[in-house]
């Protein structure tokens, strides 16, 4: 039995172990949240998904608690918190674990560099809506999909191994040696969806209008433009399809980020549009729709 250790008990950490719990799989939770640590621990994980309601049993502990073997380290915390999370589990760095993160953002797989070995290091993107209600229970309908590779480029026996690991448990995985496309994408999906909902504060459907779709349009095309300017070829007509996908059939889905800003929590606009003018900069790309989106969010943060 594979043993995997979820660093992150948001909607996604708990998305991603309540399915491989259900396939099987040991599975442990990290968090800093004693009070969502104890009702996992107690109770498990409800899983509300297009199948029905399921509950998934998995362990929950600090990271302190966690100890070895581990077969795989996953890390689904929010990007300002990468950099503790991992450095709170590098007593497993010992274990020959690889590390896989899908985090939103940028600059996650840096972090983990810094503890954990390149050849360990895992990165990659995925659409699987998840949202999180209560300590334990999350809820995701609809489909999605997961392209993972290796850091920087390239998708070995390992990558394909991790990839067959999650498609097992109902997780549609793909191995992709050109994931810095796929990662790059999911960037500029990010940034401009979940930023004009959180400004907006309406669902993803509510962007499903001449409106919404002008502004993320603007900015998909300000973020492809520093893609290509980083050497990643984005696809332009690929990220539009994702869109109109989005807004067809995750309707009723309020991205973290808004979740954040309803709840009174910081957001993670710096991982996200933050680090893509930061490379903006570095290309001197010229980005006034995203620039000026990102600084509402940030308005949004200092008004709180």
Do not use: Y
């Not at 040696?177 to 004009?196: Q, R």
């Amino acid at each position: 039995m594979e043993r995997i250790v979820i660093v992150g008990a948001g909607a996604m950490g708990c998305l991603f172990a309540a399915r491989l719990a259900l396939a099987g799989k040991r599975v442990t939770v990290v968090d800093v949240d004693r009070k969502r640590l104890a009702a996992i621990g107690l109770e498990g994980i409800i899983l509300e998904d297009d199948h029905g309601r399921h509950h998934a049993k998995v362990e929950a502990q600090l990271a302190a608690e966690v100890a070895g073997p581990v077969d795989l380290l996953m890390l689904f915390t929010k990007g300002m918190h990468s950099a503790a999370a991992i450095r709170s589990v590098d007593h497993l760095v010992a274990t020959g674990c690889p590390v896989l993160t899908l985090q939103n953002g940028l600059g996650n797989v840096e972090c983990i560099a810094e503890v954990f070995p390149l050849d360990r290091i895992l990165w990659g993107v995925t659409d699987f809506p998840a949202d999180l209600h209560d300590a334990n229970q999350v809820k995701s309908h609809g489909q999605g999909h997961i392209f993972l590779g290796d850091f920087p480029k390239g998708a070995g026996d390992k990558a394909m191994a991790i990839a067959a690991l999650l498609s097992s448990a109902g997780l549609d995985s793909e191995a992709d040696p050109d994931v810095s496309i796929a990662v790059w994408e999911k960037v500029a999906f990010n940034a401009a969806l979940n930023a004009l909902c959180t400004v907006s504060g309406l669902p993803v459907g509510g962007l499903d209008c001449v409106a919404g779709r002008r502004c993320a349009d603007a900015v998909i095309d300000e973020i492809a433009q520093v893609a290509n300017a980083e050497g990643v070829s984005v696809d332009r007509a690929r990220l539009a399809a994702k869109v109109d996908f989005a807004l067809a059939n995750h309707t009723s889905h309020k991205p973290s980020m808004l979740q954040d800003r309803i709840a009174g929590r910081p957001t993670e606009i710096e991982s996200i549009n933050g680090a893509v003018l930061n490379a903006a900069g570095r290309g001197a790309v010229a980005t006034p729709a995203l620039q000026i989106l990102t600084d509402l969010v940030r308005l949004g943060e200092k008004g709180r």
